[in-house]
Each structure stands twice: as C-alpha cells, then as structure tokens.
C-alpha cells in the first residue's frame, strides 16, 4: 500500500538579488517523484546539496513543494488544516542531538509530542513509558538532558517520536554527529522499529547504513539518479561514481581482496573465505 | 565547569516538599522572601533560619548543595558588609583615619548579611526541590488567570523551560568557541578591563550566530513534533493540590504569625 506519494516534486529557494528584489534561486529539488510502500525501510544517499535533507522535510509538511505534491495516506502536506495529521504520522529525528530536545529532563522531553496531540495524561505516561523502554533509556527517564551523551540524546529524540505513535519516521542523518558506539544503537533502534512495522526512511550518508535498507533512493543534484535494492546499487561500480559515492567498506575490501562480485556481505565473504 | 550550576538545577528525591505542588512552592518562596524583609530583629532571623533549616531537613537534600549555590553570591555579601559595616554612623567603636566601625553600623552589616544569605538559601531550596518542567508549569498555572488580560502564560512558561534547557548546550558552545579563538591566539587574560571586555566580541559574535541556528534547528523539531501553540495541550504530569499542600499553607500561616510577632520582641 501507498503510505507516502511525492508527485514532480520541487523545491525552488528565492533569494533577494542587490536591488531588494526576489529572484528564484536554486532548485533544492527538481521534479522528485516516488512512492514508499507502508511498512518498508528506505535509504536515501547522496552527496552533500544533493538534496537529501530537503526532501525529509517535505515529507511531514515542514516544507511545502514550490510545484508538485506530497501526500501522506491522501493527504496533501499542501493543505494547513492536515497538517496535524501529517506530523503525527510521519515523526522525525534530526541530526544534532543537542538542538532536538524541547525539555531539561529525559522522559518531560518525550513527553512534549503526546502533549502537543492533546492525549489523556494517564495515557502520555504509558507511552512514554513504553517509549523509553523501547530505545533502552528507561532507567535514565529522570536524568537530565545535558548529563547524556550524544547517542543517548539521539535515542531519547527517537523515543519522543515513537510516544507519538507515528506510522513513519524520518531520520534526517541521525548517526552524522556520533561516535561508533552511539551510531550501533541509532541503527540498531532504527532496524527494530522497521520490524514491529513503522515505515523508516534513513536519509545518510554511512554506505554501511544505506547497505541495511530494503531499497535505495540516489540522489543527485535534487534529482532522483536511481532507486534500486542496495545488492542492485552496491554491485553497480559506475552509477556509484556517477552519484560521486564511496563502496560500503566490506564491498571495498571484497574488491581490493579479488574476490568474486556476487559476495554482497560480511556473511558471503566470511563463509566463502572459509570453505577456500 | 559545565557540569555545575546551581541555579536551576534540580536534586532529584522524593521526600515531602518534593512532592509539594510546584505552585504551593513558588507561592511559599516568594511569601519567605517577603517575611525576611517583614523582620525588623535578629529573632526574627532566628524563626526564619529555623524554619528554613527544618524544611531543608525535611527535603534531605545535602548541605553541599545549599551552599554551593552561596559561594557563587560571596562576593556580593561580603561587598554588602563591608559597606554597612563601615558607611553607617552611630558609637564609634574602632577608628583609623577615616575607617571608623560603629555599633549600628556592625549590627546593620550583620542584619543585611543574614538577610541576603537567607534570600538565597530560601529560594535554592525552591529550585533544588522541583524540576525545571514542574516550576515552569506551576508559574503557567500561577500566570493563567492573567491571560484574560493579554498576558501570554502559556508562551512565558515554554521559554523559561526551553531557556533553563539550553543553558549548559550554550555554555558549551561558549567553551568550544573560546577555545578555538584561543587556538587562533586570542589572548582574554591579559590587559586591563576595558581590554579583556573588547577581547569578548570574538566569542560573543559566534556565540549569537550560533544561538540562531540552534533556535531555527529547535523550531523545526517543536513543529515536526506537533507544537501549535498551548491551545488543546496537555500535561503529562497534571499538577494539583492535596494534603501536603494543605498541611504546608497551615504552617505557612503560623510562620507568617512567627514572623510579625517577632517584630514585637524587645530586650
């Protein structure tokens, strides 16, 4: 089933040129069109001012299309009185750990989205609760904010999307500001929510991460370059350079290693090498 | 450095004035503050200092903390007593050229001393026993009344408790920017006053261009997050009066007849 439906999607920038006046300004994104299926966990790479970040944003409405449209289970992120639906939908995680958090104390923060949708308070407290056990910081519910590390303010800013029982999450490059042991648990996390069946859409720039996907959206100068399974994308040498990519690490080794092409993971290579 | 600002920051417990509403605490405090300017004798300060302590017992925080908040406003005490001590005129006591200490002026520095170390104690007690999110919501529910006539409660209580949340994010934003000018050879220890305080544009220009970008990151993920307003939100934790606040309003109210009665001891 269609969840999400982006139809000739653009996004223009104004900017004001030397004599006050608006002029149009660079496309962000230029005719983006694409379905994501309820349920699936897609990757969306690309080089930096490829667009990515942009086309998150229009997905829950916090940028409205210059032309084209968005709609969220039929409802056009265009319209202002949907706009609520959307975003209770489709929630998000952005980047920097430190900037998300509306509240000093961990579990008043995640709280701020149920708040928000105006729930019953016995009812914030469950999925609250509930939230935080999910991401693992449950014990940590009354510390405050500025005591944890980046990982764990990023696990906290996916539990304040999770109480808000969203069908969809958005992670606009949660795992960029953190250390190898906080991006583990972001993906790990991220992984989990795909299988009890939340939409996840992962826009990164860590092949690795994108190599974990269900399908892999390329971007390119705001234009779709390809969208295909990663064992598609990852055996395909030249589209990679195209989009002005790197290999996730494992195919790299793989290749300097000379082993054959159809090895697309740890797993293959590790139980091929055993078997020589 | 970070790590440790008093002002704001909460000592986690569950002990009876923790439990109190944030309201009956803010309304208690600001009843305190007044009463220490009621006192007109050190017995009243006595009544006062006691009644502060037993309620301190009763909260259990540690004494480390009270007074980590006071070492912070030493300078200003000190600077207070000194004044009173050596500006007051009355019997001389000591004198040396134009240094003179009287009675009044040593009983008037004491007075004022005891007074502003009380102030401070009285109101650390407040925000060591109630979470930043309880105080901002009980002062929400304080203001409301006053949203009839314009007053935006809702929206003064939400940047007190975005404020108090971005404090240590913003002291550690000053740090790192301080060190990297320090890296480019900024010198902020050297020279005189004017000097030192021109030395700060390197750090205040960045620190206010980088507070913009963390206020528009933080509005994007207020909005992704539903935020519209405080019109049909509500409170995970609704605050509301029981019989602690009973209990506390009783023996606000025999504090209050301490404190007058006190003005009426003479010696």
């Known amino acids: ?276 | 450095m970070i790590r440790d600002i008093t002002l704001g920051q909460y000592y986690p417990g569950d002990s009876w004035v923790h439990r109190l509403d944030a309201r009956t605490k803010i309304i208690a405090t600001l009843l305190y503050l007044i009463e220490l300017f009621v006192v007109n004798n050190f017995y009243g300060f006595i009544i006062a200092a006691v009644a502060l302590f037993v309620v301190i017992g009763i909260s259990k925080v540690p004494l480390k903390f009270i007074f980590r908040g006071l070492s912070a406003v030493f300078l200003i005490i000190a600077f207070t007593f000194l004044l009173n001590m050596f500006m007051v005129d009355g019997t001389v006591l000591w004198q040396w050229k134009f240094l003179k200490i009287t009675q009044e002026g040593l009983s008037r520095a004491f007075f004022m001393a005891i007074r502003l170390v009380l102030i401070i104690i009285g109101s650390s007690i407040m925000t060591l026993t109630t979470k930043p999110v309880e105080l901002t919501d009980g002062l929400e529910k304080l203001l409301s009344p006053f949203s009839k006539i314009g007053l935006p409660s809702h929206e003064i209580a939400l940047m007190m408790t975005i404020a108090l949340r971005f404090i240590p994010t913003l002291m550690e934003e000053t740090d790192k920017i301080i060190k990297a000018q320090q890296a480019r050879g900024a010198d902020f220890e050297s020279g005189n006053l004017f000097q030192r305080a021109k030395s700060l544009i390197p750090i205040l220009v960045p620190l206010f261009v980088s507070s913009f970008r963390i206020a528009q990151d933080l509005a994007l993920a207020m909005e992704a997050r539903c935020y519209h307003g405080g019109k049909g939100r509500t409170r995970m934790n609704e605050i509301r009066f029981d019989r602690g606040d009973a209990v506390a309003a009783v023996m606000m109210v025999l504090f209050l007849a301490a404190i007058i009665a006190s003005r009426f001891i003479k010696l």
């Open chain 1, 1 to 276: 089933m269609k969840f999400i439906e982006v139809r000739d999607l653009t996004i223009e920038y104004t900017r004001i040129d030397a004599d006050g006046k608006e002029v149009p300004g660079k496309k962000a994104l230029d005719g983006i069109s694409l379905d994501i299926e309820k349920g699936s966990f897609v990757a969306v790479i690309g080089m930096n001012g490829s667009g990515k970040s942009t086309l998150a944003k229009c997905l829950n409405g916090l940028l409205v299309p210059s032309a084209g449209r968005v709609a969220v289970e039929g409802f056009d992120t265009a319209s202002e009185e949907h706009i609520w639906d959307i975003r209770s939908r489709v929630g998000m995680v952005f980047q920097n750990p430190d900037n998300q958090l509306v509240s000093s104390i961990v579990e008043d923060d995640v709280a701020f989205g149920p708040e928000n949708l105006g729930i019953e308070p016995a009812e914030i407290r469950r999925r609250v609760d509930n939230a935080l056990r999910r991401v693992g910081m449950y014990e940590k519910k009354d510390k405050g904010a500025h005591m944890l590390s980046g990982g764990q303010k990023q696990r906290v800013a996916i539990a304040g999307a999770i109480a808000m029982k969203p069908d969809c999450i958005v992670f606009d490059e949660p795992t960029a500001m953190l250390d190898p042991k906080g991006r583990a648990s972001v993906m790990e996390i991220i992984k989990d929510l795909n299988t009890e069946g939340i939409t996840c859409i992962l826009i990164t720039h860590f092949m690795t991460e994108a190599e974990q996907a269900d399908r892999v959206i390329v971007l390119k100068k705001g234009k779709i370059l390809c969208d295909r399974t990663p064992a598609e994308l990852f055996s395909d040498r030249e589209m990679i350079e195209k989009a002005g990519l790197e290999m996730p690490p494992v195919i790299a080794l793989r290749d300097k290693a000379g082993l054959p092409e159809s090895l697309m993971s740890a797993e293959d290579i590790a139980e091929y090498v055993n078997k020589r």
